[in-house]
């Protein structure tokens, strides 16, 4: 048995085969090319598939479907994208999945990219035989995925698990979906990013030698921030002290709220789990009840750079669980 | 079909006979007595419940069994209450489910208060027919319950939904727990007594009239501030405005986190619903996405004086119901 997986995003589509263990068999990459619309980008995912399936060593009755982690928010029941802000409007409502079952012959599952992430952990990374556990995915913005007495946290409409939009303060810094205190303010790369650029509004490191004091505004980077804390960098540090603070804050919440086992911190940023770990584990330890800080651990996800396929193989894997179970 | 709810505090037990629908057929209060040690009171409670199955119109042999709603946390497997602060020692680790199946030779079923409320809601309160749902009990403190995928959220050790300690800010003031800025240390009974305290030692109010000034400070108490607010004390509308705000922004994480249908208040404080509402409103509409606050209401429980009976046998039902899927 194997599973197509497609990870869809703004500049880049990952299509791989995947076995029932997780293990990828093949995979490759497309341009998206959104602007083409999503009917002529489904027909170019379905030649790619069909081209790795020759190229690996499943057979083509081997596959029993096909999953999809897209980003959100979704119509799940629809396959499409709701008013996604990265896609042309000609996305907006197109049945995704109809279209590729129709292209490939095939069953088609779908979720949001930071459900997939979870789903992905739970079949083949640290959630792997756990009921409960959270992932968190740290990139450009915060995304989260929950399982739950062993299944997927969607809510009522398929928009819930927002874990970059918890509150951690009434105030503070404005986030990107309008509201102000979210967690994604402070700990996303976007949020680091905005610190650096209010800390070089002020006084407070003007003597510095900081390469983020002395580069052009929009070279600034997350990496950048990273690199200057590891060589000590006074500012840099303070702006990943601020993004451990309230990841960790964040985190203590989670555990009071799901008494996971795990909290997994996956995407770009979780690369730089080592310098972020202290900050989050004291915070965390503070907010936290001691039962629920000690269920859980917290680590970096295991599944690296094949996250995305995995997790959108895993959609499919998940929902043919789910329906067997019914 | 009926069931024998059982609703521990501290101070009384709560006992009755509840019928399929959730209707109570006859209920009856004792002393707790817990000094009594839990065997003795285990004794009182089976007498008490036999004597109100002769009182009701149901038969011996109708009763499916009984249902726990008892202070947390629990040992669940065991039936037990973990070093529950408000019991003495002799209670640790004592199974309460084991002595009751003995003494009443039917099966038993426990769970934490909170989550009891949670699930008298879904069996017959505003959570009917929903399967994702948030409860907060409000009260001396803050207590939780999530159902989810129709399912109680529970965590890896029963520890879960502890919805009073969501990190509503990264200061503020001291919780019962250990923390700071949790949502019970702002929006509970204790935490708007204590603010009311603070305020008292500041000159804002002191060419006040407030009740709240003009009595000694231990007979303050959350009641006489929902009065004082009600005849427009401002110092008592303050104290209210921030309870509701963080009330607010709190459910505007549980909104975006579970994006539930509906988020129920439940719990002695839930009777002054009205005059928390604006602020509740205000604050979860600013925090949580537009689509996670447009897709739930924001609702006093309809269960009133019976939420404890009901969502104890609930318990019961609940349980039956799982293992019956399995």
Redesign the interface.
């Known amino acids: 048995m194997a599973i197509i997986g497609i990870d869809i995003g703004g500049t880049n589509i990952d299509i791989g085969i995947v076995d029932e263990s997780g293990k990828i068999l093949a995979s490759g990459s497309i341009e998206t090319s959104a602007h083409d619309g999503p009917q002529a980008c489904m027909k170019r995912i379905a030649d790619k598939a069909n081209q790795l399936i020759e190229q690996s060593p499943a057979n083509r009755k081997d596959i029993a479907g096909i999953g999809i982690g897209s980003p959100g928010?979704l119509d799940l029941a629809a396959g499409a994208m709701v008013h996604c802000t990265n896609f042309p409007e000609t996305w907006g409502d197109f049945s995704m999945t109809g279209a590729l079952a129709e292209l490939m012959s095939l069953p088609v599952e779908i979720d949001n990219d930071a459900n997939a992430a979870a789903l992905g952990e739970l079949w083949a990374g640290g959630g792997k035989g756990?009921?409960?556990f959270v992932v968190l995915t740290l990139g450009t913005g915060i995304g989260?995925g929950?399982v739950?007495?062993g299944?997927v946290?969607?809510?009522?409409?398929?928009?819930?698990?927002?874990?970059g939009?918890?509150?951690?303060?009434?105030g503070g810094p404005k986030c990107g979906?309008g509201?102000?205190?979210?967690l994604e303010a402070y700990a996303s790369a976007t949020g680091m990013i905005n610190m650096a650029k209010q800390l070089l509004k002020t006084d407070q490191y003007n003597d510095s030698t900081s390469p983020l004091r002395n580069c052009a505004e929009d070279e600034l980077d997350a990496r950048m921030i990273f690199d200057s804390a590891r060589d000590g960098d006074p500012m840099a540090l303070e702006i990943i002290a601020k993004a451990g603070?309230?990841l960790g804050?964040?985190i203590?919440?989670l555990l009071?709220?799901?008494?996971?086992?795990k909290i997994i911190l996956a995407g770009r940023m979780a690369q730089s789990f080592d310098i972020l770990e202290p900050h989050i584990t004291q915070a965390a330890k503070?907010?936290?009840?001691k039962?629920?800080f000690e269920?859980a651990t917290i680590e970096p996800s295991t599944l690296s750079a094949n996250a995305g396929l995995i997790g959108a193989a895993a959609v499919f894997a998940y929902e043919q669980k789910q329906k067997s179970n019914d």
């Open positions: 928010p756990i009921d409960d989260g929950v739950a007495n299944r946290i969607r809510g009522s409409k398929g928009y819930g698990a927002e874990l939009h918890i509150a951690v303060t009434g979906c509201s102000r205190g979210c603070q309230t804050m964040a203590g919440t009071n709220v799901f008494n996971p086992q503070e907010h936290a009840f039962a629920t269920t």
